[in-house]
T-cell receptor, first 113, second 113 residues
């Protein structure tokens, strides 16, 4: 079965600084990869997804992620964060042929003024 | 469209009680799923359904039952609640089972005493 590891449980960063949230996955077959964001007391919403094609994926709110098959990674980046980006971010993987999606434990991003 | 709705928002149960968490979607999505979210563990899949009349187990199915009699509804039943089932429960849906984006409900916070 596929699995996901988010390498940082908490990432504090100052406003307007760049940020990278790290995600590694494990799967014996090809995968689809996702990043979701959860704002306080809300459900999850999709930031971006990689299905195939270009390994650099752009999402909403200025976020982007790069699929690296050799490193089995899908790190999320933003060149300049805002206070409003404070939230929990989840990486998720779905293997081809499987009907279920596996989520990482989450990374809490805190943007400080 | 209301999207994915969940009721109740919050529930307190005593050990041994049973209850049903309701989930409905009005987007004609084939795929529906239930997750539980616990601190430091991300989201874990409980059960999922790829269409009316079809359900399957996820990562943590013990203590929960589901059914899918209609495309719109996917209730989650706790047969005999235990303190270990204290969690936040999210329902999600997507148009198809494959690589489609999942849309999440607002969640149900459950406390089992």
């Amino acid at each position: 079965a596929q699995s996901v590891t988010q390498l940082d449980s908490q990432v504090p960063v100052f406003e307007e600084a760049p940020v990278e949230l790290r995600c590694n996955y494990s799967s014996s077959v090809s995968v689809y990869l996702f990043w979701y964001v959860q704002y306080p007391n809300q459900g999850l919403q999709l930031l971006l997804k990689y299905l195939s094609g270009s390994t650099l994926v752009k999402g909403i709110n200025g976020f982007e992620a790069e699929f690296n098959k050799s490193q089995t990674s899908f790190h999320l980046r933003k060149p300049s964060v805002h206070i409003s980006d404070t939230a929990e971010y989840f990486c998720a993987v779905k293997s081809l042929g499987n009907n279920d999606m596996r989520f990482g434990a989450g990374t809490r991003l805190t943007v400080k003024p | 469209n209301a999207g994915v709705t969940q009721t109740p928002k919050f529930q307190v149960l005593k050990t041994g009680q049973s209850m049903t968490l309701q989930c409905a979607q009005d987007m004609n999505h084939e795929y529906m799923s239930w997750y539980r979210q616990d601190p430091g563990m991300g989201l874990r899949l409980i059960h999922y359904s790829v269409g009316a009349g079809i359900t399957d187990q996820g990562e943590v199915p013990n203590g929960y039952n589901v059914s899918r009699s209609t495309t719109e509804d996917f209730p989650l039943r706790l047969l005999s609640a235990a303190p270990s089932q204290t969690s936040v429960y999210f329902c999600a849906s997507s148009y198809r089972v494959s690589q489609e984006t999942q849309y999440f409900g607002p969640g149900t916070r459950l406390l089992v005493l």
